[in-house]
């Protein structure tokens, strides 16, 4: 098992391996319980009917960006440290705050895989409630990152471990990477061998992915307004219902950014907002992509990714799309 510790002042993350023993992991735990990005806060009642309680709600409520309604990063739940046993101990994201007046300075440490397996279990000790909520001020944002980054390590886990392999090998043939996609991505269809179009269909929700790829010009191809052409160019090949519209990028109320990071090494452009349709139909949600140079073959490479989900909820949807990107590999050379 992993410790994780907080410093109080400088970087939120310390690796180290002391106090538990490693070869537990994957032998024997059960699988941490709960839904994806939910949270469990184990708190006195003072304290969460407090000025702690009020600080939580408002950390964990910030909004996420990019979708068509107001979701927050996530789902809090609180429960009574006597309630802290059974399936709420499991539970795979756990924030326990603990005020002792004893307690000499502010301390917070990070445990993984405690009680579960893939657990994630933050403790804040500090003599007083001052201290508490100071500490989830100043770390608001490493507190946050913490929890999401451990969602995406439980999804990329889960997506290694079932894969769709027909789109997996179709993806790899057509654009040179690998990519950890997971079971129940269906062919929509492909243009020739520069486009292809997967979606995971729910009931009433759909996860869609379109993968393509463009002879590479110049530097000038990364620029926002050459993105959003070029995205345009390749989606309308992208249907509505009535067959007669299709996809667009969103341009005028809430127009894209696109913005520039390394990912396992790769330079990729990430270009997120929303998408409709033109031509009659009336649909769209929030969309993102990445684009990236793929320099042995000359070609920019782009992974779009879109979510129409208009009764519940787009959070979940998007950021299980957002995780895929994480397990993108292209040959080494």
């Known amino acids: 098992m992993k410790r994780l510790i907080f410093g109080i002042i400088g970087s939120l993350l310390m690796l180290s391996t002391t106090g538990c023993n490693s ?21 006195e009642q003072p304290q969460w009917e407090g000025a702690v309680g009020e600080e939580l709600k408002e950390l964990f409520s910030d909004p996420v960006p990019y ?61 007083s409630d001052e201290l508490i ?6 770390h608001k944002e490493e507190l946050l990152t913490a929890y999401e980054l451990a969602e995406r390590d439980r999804a ?32 929509r269809g492909t243009s020739g061998d520069s486009l292809l179009v997967t979606s995971f269909e729910y009931p009433t929700a759909t996860q869609g992915i379109a ?21 345009d160019n390749f989606v309308k090949n992208i249907p509505g219902p009535s067959g007669k519209s299709y996809m667009t990028t969103v341009k005028d109320y809430y127009p894209p950014t696109v913005t520039y990071k390394r990912i ?29 140079l793929d320099a042995q073959n000359g070609k920019v490479v782009t992974i779009d990714c879109y ?21 993108v590999k292209f040959p080494e050379k």
């Open 156 to 187: 990329l886990k889960m997506n290694r471990k079932h894969k769709e392999g027909v789109m997996v090998d179709k993806i790899q043939k057509m654009f040179g990477f690998k990519i950890d996609l997971p079971r129940g991505y269906s062919p």
């Open 307 to 327: 979510v129409f989900s208009p009764k519940h909820g787009q959070r979940d949807l998007v950021r299980g799309l957002e995780h895929l990107i994480y397990s």
């Open 67 to 127: 979708l068509n309604e107001t979701q927050p990063r996530f789902d809090l739940m609180r429960v009574l440290p006597s309630a802290f046993k059974g399936f709420i101990k499991v539970h795979r994201n756990v924030l326990y705050i603990v005020v002792d007046p004893t307690a000499q300075e502010m301390s917070a440490i990070a445990e993984e895989s405690k009680f579960a397996e893939d657990q994630l279990i933050i403790q804040l000790t500090a003599p």
């Open 23 to 43: 070869s537990t992991l994957g032998t024997g735990q059960q699988a941490a319980g709960g839904a994806a990005y939910e949270l469990i806060a184990v708190v």
């Open 211 to 231: 993968v393509y790829s463009y002879p590479y010009t110049g530097e000038e191809d990364f620029k926002e307004e050459n993105l959003i052409a070029q995205r």
């Open 264 to 292: 396992n090494g790769r330079l990729w452009a990430e270009m997120r907002g929303f998408w409709n349709l033109e031509g009659g139909d009336f649909m769209g949600g929030p969309m993102i992509s990445w684009s990236t």
């Open 133 to 138: 909520i100071k500490y989830l001020k100043d």
